[in-house]
């Protein structure tokens, strides 16, 4: 079946730029997604990329899509301490369900 | 509020019994997905509706687990014998499915605390 990897932590010092990777197998994702999850709340969508491109830009967020390679990376340019929560990357097909990797942790440090 | 609700946000309960949980989707939205979350992992898919029809179930939905959806509005997720096993968040998340990008809206969650 289909499978999405991350790394579980990433630690940065507020106001640099934190990089978080994804791979997924699944060579027929349509579309694939960041989800953010704060302590107690629920899954915020931040960005998501259509399978044919290979970047998307949206204010201090750039998705980089490398589909040969199946790799998909988040770039938060300015780091601040309240980005501090988990990150998931998500992959569907056809719009149907979602696949979720294991998240990355990032913690943000003053 | 027009977001996706769940209720209860936690149930306690003992091993053997039986729990439901309910979400209420955004109103226009014509599918309704659950998933199961468990502490430091991603979801996992558990089964969507589209309107009234169940179209897909996960093999992580057992036999003791059923969802319904009967006026193709809100769904309900009943757990029958829960195991310890089954403590986790239940996720219900809604869409308006059109061509293009499909955005899931995430409610707020179940946490589920088996004894």
């Known amino acids: 079946g289909e499978d999405v990897e991350q790394s579980l932590f990433l630690s940065v010092r507020e106001g640099d730029s934190s990089v978080i990777n994804c791979t997924y197998t699944d060579s027929s994702s349509t579309y694939l997604y960041w989800y953010k999850q704060e302590p107690g709340a629920g899954l915020q969508l931040l960005t998501y990329?259509?399978?044919?491109?290979d970047m998307k830009q949206d204010q201090r967020l750039t998705v980089l899509l490398n589909k040969k390679d199946k790799h998909l990376s988040l770039r938060i340019a300015d780091t601040q301490t309240g980005d501090s929560a988990i990150y998931f990357c998500?992959?569907?097909?056809?719009?149907?369900?979602?696949?979720f990797g294991g998240g990355t942790r990032l913690m943000v440090k003053p | 509020d027009t977001g996706v609700s769940q209720n209860p946000r936690h149930k306690i309960t003992k091993r053997g019994q039986n729990v439901t949980f309910r979400c209420d989707p955004i109103?226009?939205?014509?599918?309704l997905y659950w998933y199961r979350q468990t502490l430091g992992q991603g979801p996992e898919f558990l089964t969507y509706f589209q309107n009234e029809a169940q179209l897909e179930k996960s093999r992580l939905l057992s036999d003791r687990f059923s969802a319904e959806r009967p006026k193709g509005s809100f769904s309900t997720l009943e757990i029958q014998r829960t195991e310890q096993g089954d403590s986790a968040m239940y996720l219900c998340?809604?869409?308006?499915?059109?061509?293009?990008?499909?955005?899931?809206?995430f409610g707020p969650g179940t946490r589920l605390t088996v004894l």
């Open positions: 109103s226009e939205h014509n599918r």
């Open positions: 998500a992959e569907s097909n056809a719009g149907n369900m979602l696949t």
């Open positions: 990329i259509f399978s044919n491109m």
């Open positions: 998340a809604s869409t308006q499915r059109t061509s293009g990008v499909v955005e899931q809206f």
